[in-house]
């Protein structure tokens, strides 16, 4: 069993910045790949970034590129966001997600683990 546990997330004004995190326990064998998702009010689960298991490699969505930086703690098993310049488009519950492959990968359906959700309120 594998546990996330997604932290950080709240109400933020438009222009302003939060970092999340994913703490990740219980039976997680290396090496995983971790992402980030999320998902607003009637809308599809949509891919945000993703990190290698070295996180040599990332890759992140159109719509974040350029405002949000991922990265992972392997020695904690914690992989974060920092989101800066959010727009209230932004607004979601953000889930973090691990694969039990090395390479990131962008579709739901390659994570095998998932996080509760954290919410994030960006306000205009």
């Known amino acids: 069993q594998v546990q996330l546990v997604e932290s950080g997330g709240g109400l933020v004004q438009a222009g302003g910045s939060l970092r999340l995190s994913c703490a990740a326990s219980?039976?997680?064998?290396?090496?995983?790949?971790m992402g980030w998702f999320r998902q607003a009010p009637g809308k599809e689960r949509e891919f945000v970034a993703a990190?290698?298991?070295?996180?040599?490699?990332?890759y992140y969505a159109d719509s974040v590129k350029g405002r949000f930086t991922i990265s992972r703690d392997n020695a904690k098993n914690t992989m974060y966001l920092q989101m800066n310049s959010l727009k209230p488009d932004d607004t979601a519950v953000y889930y973090c997600?691990?694969?039990?492959?090395?390479?990131?990968?962008?579709?739901?359906?390659?994570?095998?683990?998932w996080g509760q959700g954290t919410p994030v309120t960006v306000s205009s």
């Open positions: 219980g039976r997680i064998f290396s090496p995983y790949a």
């Open positions: 990190i290698s298991w070295r996180g040599r490699s990332s």
């Open positions: 997600a691990v694969r039990d492959f090395a390479n990131w990968a962008t579709n739901p359906s390659d994570y095998d683990y």
